[in-house]
């Protein structure tokens, strides 16, 4: 038994046995700053490093058939970092897109930007708007990306976009259902998330798609990004695929009761 037990841990994680892939993953990349830290590198180098994994995560969703793919890179509260930092940043998101979109457009992907456009440069703005139009008929695999973003900036816009109609009399204050309110948020349209990844070593939601991840599984590792490899993301999945998901539904039952 214990040679049995060693054995199947050292089977090599493969995309191949996934039995269940999630259609919307969510990754919150954090630990950059404290990964380079750890090398006595400035946090710049943590962020370059972190960028490095997109590719990579992007790599395995289309080779397992994740649809939806949502990465967190600046949250509306990371303006408070100082202003190197931010600064660096939004260079470095910049200079990634100009190099990657071309290779995402040539592997299908479509890429959307969620968050809000206040405080970004006209130039990163610009960008950002020639990524969604150049691929915007893509279909192997929709990725959003999460800059300037936070779940309660975006549930404020929902709400105060649901009000205005409501007073336009276009809706009665009986429409602003669930879906209502799912259709004004930035990922309108699309499944929730099914897994969010948080690795860095810390349990916490950071403000990501918090009305989208009512029922998302959630996990965790210790390992900060730049290290969350391909077999790390394998491992998630692997976690992923023997969840039962029972959205308040008792064990095993396929219908509402
Ligand atoms: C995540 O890594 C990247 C961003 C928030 C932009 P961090 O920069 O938060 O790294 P840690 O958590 O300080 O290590
Ligand atoms: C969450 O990481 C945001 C991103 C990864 C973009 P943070 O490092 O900002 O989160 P907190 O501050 O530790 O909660
Ligand atoms: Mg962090």
């Not at 996934?18 to 990754?27: M, R, S, Y």
């Not at 630990?31 to 370059?48: E, M, Q, T, V």
């Not at 950071?206 to 590792?221: C, D, G, K, R």
Request: proline residues 4%; contains cysteine.
């Amino acid at each position: 038994m214990g040679l049995f037990k060693k054995w199947f841990q050292d089977v090599p994680l493969s995309s191949q046995n996934i039995t269940k892939v999630p259609l919307h993953l969510a990754i919150i990349m954090d630990g950059n700053g404290r990964w380079a830290g750890k090398r006595g590198l400035p946090r710049s180098a943590g962020h370059r490093a972190g960028m490095e994994r997109v590719r990579e995560t992007v790599e395995i969703c289309l080779e397992v058939g994740v649809k939806y793919l949502t990465l967190y890179a600046f949250s509306t509260e990371n303006w408070r970092r100082p202003v190197e930092e931010v600064n660096f940043l939004m260079d470095l998101f910049e200079k990634s897109m100009k190099v990657e979109v071309a290779k995402l457009h040539q592997h299908k992907v479509r890429v959307r930007f969620i968050g809000l456009r206040h405080g970004l440069s006209p130039t990163l703005i610009k960008l950002m708007d020639e990524s969604q139009e150049l691929t915007e008929a893509n279909d192997a695999l929709t990725l959003n990306i999460a800059i300037n973003y936070g779940g309660r900036s975006e549930i404020v816009v929902a709400t105060q976009e649901l009000l205005r109609a409501v007073v336009n009399h276009e809706i009665t204050p009986e429409g602003i259902t669930e879906s209502a309110f799912s259709n004004r948020l930035f990922t309108s349209g699309q499944p929730d998330p099914d897994l969010l990844i948080r690795p860095g070593g810390e349990h916490r939601i950071s403000n990501m798609l918090i009305w989208q991840s009512a029922y998302t599984e959630l996990y965790f590792s210790d390992l900060f990004w730049p290290d969350f490899g391909r077999e790390q993301i394998l491992k998630a999945l692997h976690y992923y695929s023997k969840r039962e998901r029972r959205f308040g539904r008792v064990e095993g039952a396929q219908h509402d009761a």
